[in-house]
């Protein structure tokens, strides 16, 4: 194999793996620090800047500190017909956050995601990976409850 | 017509998580056929014979492409299967992925031995992490089977990203990149995955193939219309009785999925095909569905007589705007302007040339955008304004006469409400 072979495929082996890597990473903290991209970048012979261009892409690789249990809640067309707004309302009044922000104990960070392929269930969320459907405004604080 | 599960027939019927029970309802019997008795072009002729096209939305004929792919002289060749359901309103991969990975697993070896793929990929979206096992284990029990001598199977989870599922991009993820569509030609047949010839199909498309091995093209062809063949698999939600899924031959109607099978009453409009699909005025309801008229990925979403079609719209822009991967300008501004257009009408702030400014912004999307995202978001747009036209007009004149009566500086708002 020439040199510049060898450097292809072991690049292509480096990049393929990238994803699964960060994954892995998230298995062990709730955020990618950049001191985690600084050692993938390390050793993969990536450049930071890159893989943080990737992470950030990505809506399951958070890299500002996210909370312990992430609540997803989809706001697509179809939860949107069957009261998402209210279920989005019973959150944030449950937990006294925006979309976008954690809980100052870091229990709970609330996101706003595009379909989760649930749509026979709207409204529903997912809570890490756990999927919960035909939500209501008065269920949430239920629902939460299980996970303070 | 009534329902017809061939796609849905082993859902509920197998186990899973137990390729034993597969195996005993004729499982992998399309496979072994293709395998000792076919010759790779004569698999790629049978499917080019049944008509099958693509279920992913776009329906470009499958046989044509497994063709382009079997035609190029590489040596290294992949074939991935795009899990990555992230349109709006769809929810049959998942239902289909948890049911039945069998026959899946079976089209992709089939679709393997074709067009001569050593590495086939799954890409699972991240939102559907819950079945990577499930998956995983239906494909080390093939394996142990001795099923994937000829093409290995690896399940590739992805990181949440809608435009994943239109396949440049999907194929810049597993590379580990960021997710962008890239520039065409070259096609993925020809230059895919690391440059190699690449076919990429979606879950409902390869779970046709052992079907139409088995039983043969001509048995295929004689479901659907002149061009579009076989059954589809549709996801019901919205303003009905009963969400879920149903399998129909092409060709039926709109009526039939939504009020027959789904019960719905009081319809005003239906959107066939997700956030960029087709939006169906309830005087068409006895559209057939099919790839002449609207079929999309599947995904049919029905509105009652209380909906506001410039609202659906607004939810539909709003999803496609935060999900455009950003590369192309078209798509990138044209998303943005369109939701600041929409928001700014539903506020009440209306003009006069917005309907003009939707329009020209529509075609020119339609034109120039790189991939099929920003090429479709102008249909739910477009659509909108040739049946609900009233609508846009009525709330315009509302909102000039309002303003006009109080007063225009108390209805402008600082904050744009997106």
């Known amino acids: 194999m020439s040199a510049a072979a060898k450097?292809?495929?072991?690049?292509?082996?480096?990049?393929?793996?990238?994803?699964?890597a960060l994954k892995q990473e998230l298995s062990k903290n709730s955020s990618l620090s950049r001191t985690v991209l600084a050692s993938l970048a390390d050793k993969t012979g990536i450049p930071l800047n890159e893989i943080y261009g990737v992470s950030t892409f990505y809506s399951y690789l958070p890299v500002v500190a996210a909370g312990k249990n992430i609540i997803r809640v989809c706001g697509c067309l179809p939860c949107d017909l069957k009261d998402a707004q209210g279920v989005i309302g019973s959150i944030k009044k449950e937990l006294g956050i925006e979309p976008g922000q954690t809980t100052a104990d870091g229990k709970f960070t609330l996101e706003m995601v595009g379909c989760i392929g649930a749509c026979d269930q709207a409204p529903?969320?997912?809570?890490?990976?756990?999927?919960?459907?035909?939500?209501?405004?008065?269920?949430?604080?239920?629902?939460?409850?299980?996970?303070? | 017509m009534a329902e017809k599960r061939i796609v849905l027939g082993?859902?509920?019927?197998?186990?899973?998580?137990?390729?034993?029970?597969?195996?005993?309802?004729?499982?992998?019997?399309?496979?072994?056929?293709?395998?000792?008795?076919?010759?790779?072009?004569?698999?790629?002729?049978?499917?080019?014979?049944?008509?099958?096209?693509?279920?992913?939305?776009?329906?470009?004929?499958?046989?044509?492409?497994?063709?382009?792919?079997?035609?190029?002289?590489?040596?290294?060749?992949?074939?991935?299967?795009?899990?990555?359901?992230?349109?709006?309103?769809?929810?049959?991969?998942?239902?289909?992925?948890?049911?039945?990975?069998f026959t899946l697993i079976e089209g992709m070896l089939i679709a393997g031995l074709a067009i001569g793929a050593q590495q086939a990929y799954i890409y699972l979206r991240a939102e559907y992490h819950s079945i990577f096992n499930l998956l995983a284990e239906a494909v080390k029990q093939a394996k142990e089977k001795g099923f994937l001598k000829?093409?290995?199977?690896?399940?590739?989870?992805?990181?949440?990203?809608?435009?994943?599922?239109?396949?440049?991009?999907?194929?810049?993820?597993?590379?580990?990149?960021?997710g962008e569509s890239r520039y065409k030609p070259p096609y993925p047949p020809t230059s895919g995955l690391w440059d190699r010839p690449t076919i990429i199909n979606n879950v409902e498309t390869l779970m046709n193939i052992p079907h139409i091995i088995n039983n043969g093209?001509?048995?295929?062809?004689?479901?659907?219309?002149?061009?579009?063949?076989?059954?589809?698999?549709?996801?019901?939600?919205?303003?009905?009785?009963?969400?879920?899924?149903?399998?129909?031959?092409?060709?039926?109607?709109?009526?039939?999925?939504?009020?027959?099978?789904?019960?719905?009453?009081?319809?005003?409009?239906?959107?066939?095909?997700?956030?960029?699909?087709?939006?169906?005025?309830?005087?068409?309801?006895d559209t057939p569905l099919s790839q002449e008229t609207c079929l999309g990925s599947g995904a049919v979403v029905v509105l009652n007589s209380d909906r506001d079609i410039i609202d659906i719209v607004h939810n539909d822009i709003r999803f496609l705007h935060e999900e455009s991967c950003g590369k192309c300008?078209?798509?990138?501004?044209?998303?943005?302007?369109?939701?600041?257009?929409?928001?700014?009408?539903?506020?009440?702030?209306?003009?006069?040339?917005?309907?003009?400014?939707?329009?020209?912004?529509?075609?020119?999307?339609?034109?120039?955008?790189?991939?099929?995202?920003?090429?479709?978001?102008?249909?739910?747009?477009?659509?909108?304004l040739k049946y609900f036209r009233d609508e846009y007009n009525d709330l315009i004149d509302q909102s000039l006469f309002l303003r006009s009566y109080l007063g225009s500086e108390s209805y402008k708002s600082e904050e744009v409400v997106i």
């Open chain 2, 150 to 178: 000829h093409t290995d199977i690896l399940v590739f989870e992805g990181a949440g990203a809608y435009v994943c599922g239109e396949e440049s991009a999907l194929m810049n993820s597993i590379e580990g990149r960021r």
């Open chain 2, 217 to 285: 093209a001509a048995w295929f062809s004689a479901m659907g219309t002149r061009r579009s063949k076989g059954t589809k698999v549709f996801c019901v939600s919205g303003d009905v009785a009963r969400p879920g899924i149903y399998e129909l031959e092409i060709g039926s109607s709109l009526k039939e999925l939504v009020v027959d099978l789904a019960g719905a009453a009081g319809i005003k409009a239906v959107q066939v095909g997700g956030s960029t699909g087709s939006i169906i005025p309830l005087r068409m309801i």
């Open chain 2, 329 to 384: 300008t078209p798509c990138r501004e044209g998303t943005e302007v369109m939701l600041e257009i929409l928001g700014r009408l539903m506020r009440g702030d209306g003009e006069a040339g917005d309907i003009n400014k939707l329009e020209d912004l529509a075609r020119a999307m339609a034109l120039a955008s790189l991939c099929g995202l920003g090429q479709a978001a102008a249909v739910p747009v477009l659509d909108s």
């Open chain 2, 10 to 101: 082993n859902c509920g019927v197998i186990d899973p998580q137990n390729i034993e029970t597969y195996l005993a309802k004729g499982g992998f019997k399309a496979f072994i056929k293709a395998r000792d008795k076919m010759k790779p072009q004569g698999i790629v002729e049978e499917i080019k014979k049944s008509g099958l096209t693509g279920r992913g939305g776009a329906g470009f004929p499958c046989g044509l492409k497994w063709e382009l792919a079997r035609n190029t002289k590489a040596k290294t060749k992949y074939l991935i299967c795009n899990a990555d359901e992230g349109e709006v309103g769809q929810f049959k991969d998942k239902y289909l992925l948890s049911n039945d990975p």
């Open chain 1, 7 to 20: 450097e292809t495929s072991s690049s292509i082996a480096n990049r393929a793996e990238l994803l699964p």
């Open chain 1, 124 to 148: 529903a969320m997912m809570i890490n990976d756990t999927l919960y459907g035909n939500l209501t405004p008065t269920g949430i604080a239920e629902i939460l409850k299980s996970f303070k």
